[in-house]
């Protein structure tokens, strides 16, 4: 399972490096970071990426790692993502 959240929190910001659109990138993190989003309605909202039960499983299992974190965790990792998104390094994209 920590290999699983590791691998798609480094997926995102290569997901944002491709020019995909980092706005698409930030709505996915918001909607992780969102402790009222229950983890039904994060698939759904992840459907368009979703491409079998498998995935599907794993986007629950991710999204209830971040259900299990506290409110003080969560916003400490969304401060992380915006220092990302405004680094140098991305300043360049």
Do not use: H
Not at 23 to 30: A, F
Not at 51 to 61: C, L, P
């Amino acid at each position: 399972m920590k290999l699983v959240t590791v691998l798609m929190l480094v997926a995102l910001p290569l997901y944002c490096y491709a020019g995909s659109g980092c706005q698409l990138l930030e709505d996915v993190v918001e909607k992780t970071l969102d402790p009222e989003l229950s983890t039904t309605e994060y698939v759904e909202a992840l459907q368009e990426f979703i491409s079998d039960d498998a995935a599907r499983e794993v986007a629950a299992q991710f999204k209830q790692c971040f259900l299990i974190q506290s409110n003080e965790t969560l916003s400490n990792f969304g401060k992380m993502m915006e220092t990302m998104y405004n680094s140098l390094y991305c300043a360049l994209f």
